[in-house]
């Protein structure tokens, strides 16, 4: 049963960088992170597909965040970090369709890293 953890996660002011990191205990086709704003749903951030190492991010993260591989370890390079990139941050990997757009794309989940940034 393949096994997604995230790390990584903390508090900075605007402005400041951080890097979360997933470890899955096997190889996937597709991983991906996700973000929980406060009292908001779940939504997208950044995908990779691990066939050719083609990477997206959504334009409100673009020119700030960065989403790269090395073996079975993802990261998320965040930089210039906004208050309202608050939230938990969840890895998700899969081997169906590689995208944001829907989450039952992905089987298997981590349990989430709290990245608070403070005005």
């Known amino acids: 049963h393949l096994q997604v953890v995230e790390s990584g996660g903390g508090s900075v002011e605007a402005g400041g960088a951080l890097t979360l990191s997933c470890v899955a205990s096997?190889?996937?086709?597709?991983m991906s992170w996700f973000r929980r704003p406060p009292g908001k749903e779940r939504e997208g951030v950044a995908r990779?597909?691990?066939?050719?190492?083609s990477t997206y991010v959504v334009n409100s993260v673009k020119g700030r965040f960065t989403i790269s591989r090395i073996n079975n370890t993802v990261y998320l390079q965040m930089s210039s970090l906004k208050a309202e990139d608050t939230g938990t941050y969840y890895c998700?990997?899969?081997?169906?369709?590689?995208?944001?757009?829907?989450?039952?794309?992905?089987?298997?989940w981590g349990q989430g890293t709290q990245v608070t940034v403070s005005p």
């Open positions: 998700a990997a899969g081997n169906s369709i590689c995208g944001l757009e829907d989450e039952s794309w992905y089987d298997y």
């Open positions: 096997e190889r996937v086709r597709c």
């Open positions: 990779i597909w691990n066939g050719d190492g």
